[in-house]
């Protein structure tokens, strides 16, 4: 790895590490908020390529795990940011190198895998690790809608969907829409310098 690009990573995932901290409140679900890191990472991969996108997804991780310390039981809420901005990354290489899709399309396909990934994630393990278990077959009994503050029937599954997909879908928008503007503004630029 080339000292300038070893520097530049240094720098995005310190950029992304601020912009983690730098929280939007997501109203409908008062543990949930929005912020603007996972952008930084898809810049790592639209400059270096998605290995350089995953170191950048990790260190922002980490830097933020030691500068406010780890959210959630085992660190869950930084793990959680990194499986987002692995899937931001995964959704544009498919969607944008892969398919060859112009930049509105994969950025709105991207939001839906990222969308997808994170639902089922959630369901599966992100969520019941948050509220103390280890699979949802620990905690699906008397996990409700009224858990995340919401106020619609049903069981787990509901609960998820509900929570997850409208922050998703929200979220991604916002990021994607980010990404486009910085992409479209300093993009070239940045892969010429660098």
Do not use: C
């Not at 503050?149 to 998820?160: D, E, P, R």
């Amino acid at each position: 790895m080339k000292t300038k690009e070893l520097v530049t990573l240094s720098i995005l995932s310190a950029l992304g590490a601020v912009l983690m901290i730098v929280e939007i409140p997501y109203p409908l679900v008062p543990f949930l908020a929005i912020d603007l890191s996972d952008a930084v990472v898809l810049l790592a991969f639209i400059i270096y390529g998605w290995k350089q996108a995953g170191i950048v997804g990790i260190l922002k991780a980490v830097i933020h795990i030691i500068v406010k310390s780890p959210v959630g039981p085992a660190a869950i809420g930084q793990i959680t940011a990194f499986i987002a901005s692995m899937s931001y990354v995964f959704g544009m290489y498919i969607f944008k190198e892969k398919i060859k899709f112009n930049d509105v399309l994969s950025a709105i396909f991207t939001v839906l895998t990222v969308t997808a990934i994170l639902t089922v994630a959630n369901y599966l393990f992100i969520t019941p690790i948050w509220f103390g278990g280890l699979t949802f077959l620990d905690i699906k009994e008397w996990v409700t809608p009224e858990s995340f503050g919401l106020s619609v029937g049903g069981g787990y599954l509901v609960a998820i969907v509900a929570a997850y997909v409208p922050f998703n879908l929200i979220k991604g928008t916002i990021i994607m829409a980010t990404y486009l503007i910085v992409n479209r503004s300093i993009g070239d630029v940045l892969r010429r310098s660098l």
